[in-house]
Nanobody, 115 residues
Framework: QVQLVESGGGLVQAGGSLRLSCAAS???????MAWYRQAPGKQRELVAA???????NYADSVKGRFTISKDNAKRTVFLQMNNVKPDDTAVYYC??????????WGQGTQVTVSS
């Protein structure tokens, strides 16, 4: 069973940067993966996705600030978050893109952006 473990969150000031990691076990390589986030009182939303040919897609709210990437050797997906804003505050999760049946959700990693 695939297990997803997110890490790298924390408290950061607006305008700062964070790099989130998502380690996936029990898979040979990562072809597709996405980052989601859920803020208090809001539904989980898609932030960024990377698909088989390494094409990436981003939510309009993070375009130009966040970058998704992957390291197949380490079975890890990253989310580089630059110029963060208070609205980026949320618990961040990784999982398959929306068109796929999701793996079991991990615990997520909390990102808090102070103004």
């Amino acid at each position: 069973q695939v297990q997803l473990v997110e890490s790298g969150g924390g408290l950061v000031q607006a305008g700062g940067s964070l790099r989130l990691s998502c380690a996936a076990s029990a898979i040979s390589r990562i072809r597709y993966m996405a980052w989601y986030r859920q803020a208090p009182g809001k539904q989980r939303e898609l932030v960024a996705a990377i698909i088989a040919d390494d094409t990436t897609n981003y939510a309009d709210s993070v375009k130009g600030r966040f970058t998704i990437s992957k390291d197949n050797a380490k079975r890890t997906v990253f989310l580089q978050m630059n110029n963060v804003k208070p609205d980026d505050t949320a618990v961040y999760y990784c999982n398959l893109p929306p068109d796929f049946t999701p793996y079991r959700w991990g615990q997520g990693t909390q990102v808090t952006v102070s103004s």
